[in-house]
């Protein structure tokens, strides 16, 4: 039996990630600080119904904290590696940068470390599409420069790519980082559009519409992107040589075992017509309090999903209108409204 590690398996994408893999079945180690940066109950809930397996073992320590993760690395010897820890938020960088400094950068450090002294056979490491940051030429590509990040947040993300393929190029660490866009579904994160959308509209509260609402986002319901992941476990990148070198239309490094892969739906959606389906699955119409671009925020996002499809013969297939229709079936089931 194959074992796993997923730090931040009480989040939204990590308990999915986790759910899959013990189906799949890995043993399944999971890594979560339960930061209080929204409501722990929701993460306390994710990791009581991972715990209903036997093959599923929880640790609550803080990924930066000295020794943490060398330990779990040496205790259980994880094949696989898939590491979503990390302080999320664009808009939450700006007020408490230093908190992006301590989970994305040092708890990034110390799994990079214990992962050198104790290597799995292959590491998957989320990145985001923030990374992209002001590139303005779309659908975003892997092989893109993305050197013009808007917010500490993508900043911390692509400075986790830069250590990863120095780590994946020195000690010849298989690392896929995999950059996911908007991703929703049940069991979302409060600080997400859909879940403050959802819960405002069905309060009868008015929500908030940012730059107008002329904004596109590439959503990617989180089954998709868990299929995506469990494929890419399968597909460690490889050093090229001379006798094989890299493709130019893929990600993959010149020099180390690391490639970068976008996991999205390749469809950009108007908010407005996210809003729509949202009013759709509730049966209710937003008030809507448009409002002008926030720092740190980009317009559009769109994936160029076509290195996933070629690595893994998956494209994400689930339209927004059964994505969002999913969510707000879980949140009335959830909150019994």
Not at 52 to 72: I, K, N, V
Not at 301 to 318: E, F, I, K, V
Request: with cysteine; proline share 6%; hydrophobic share 40%.
């Amino acid at each position: 039996m194959k074992t796993a590690l997923v730090t931040g398996s009480a989040g939204f994408i990590g308990y999915h990630c986790c759910k899959r893999l013990l189906a799949d079945g890995f043993r399944v180690v999971g890594l979560d600080a339960m930061v209080d940066y929204y409501d722990v109950t929701l993460k306390e809930r994710r990791h009581q119904m991972l715990l209903q397996s036997s093959g599923f073992s929880a640790d609550t320590r803080r990924l930066e904290e000295p020794d943490c993760l060398m330990e779990l690395f040496e205790t259980h010897k994880p094949d696989v590696v898939i590491h979503l820890a990390a302080q999320a938020g664009v808009r939450y960088s700006i007020d408490e940068p230093r908190s992006y400094l301590q989970a994305n950068l040092v708890g990034t450090f110390e799994l990079l470390e214990a992962a050198r002294a104790f290597p799995p056979t292959h590491m998957l490491m989320a990145s985001t599409s923030s990374v992209y940051g002001a590139n303005t030429e779309m659908p975003y590509g892997e092989t893109d420069k993305a050197d013009t990040q808007m917010s500490f947040y993508a900043a911390t993300k692509k400075a986790n790519e830069a250590m990863a393929h120095s780590y994946a190029h020195l000690y010849d660490l298989p690392i896929t980082m995999f950059r996911f866009f908007t991703v929703y579904g049940p069991w979302g994160r409060p600080d997400m559009a859909l879940f403050k959308f959802t819960k405002a509209i069905l309060n009868g509260d008015p929500i908030d519409v940012y730059n107008q609402g002329d904004m596109r986002r590439d959503f990617t319901y989180v089954t998709d992107l868990v299929n995506a992941i469990r494929l890419l476990v399968d597909t460690a990148p490889v050093r090229p040589t001379k006798d094989a070198p890299n493709d130019e239309t893929d990600s993959l490094s010149s020099v180390a075992p690391f490639r970068v892969v976008n996991i999205g739906n390749s469809e950009p959606v108007q908010l407005l017509d996210f809003i729509k389906a949202i009013e759709t699955a509730t049966g209710r119409t937003a008030i809507q309090n448009l409002l002008p671009m926030q720092p740190g925020d980009v317009p559009a996002t769109w994936a160029d999903a076509t290195l996933l499809q070629s690595l893994t013969s998956y494209t994400p297939q689930t339209s927004l209108s059964d994505g969002v229709t999913a969510f707000v079936e879980w949140y009335r089931d959830y909150y019994q409204v």
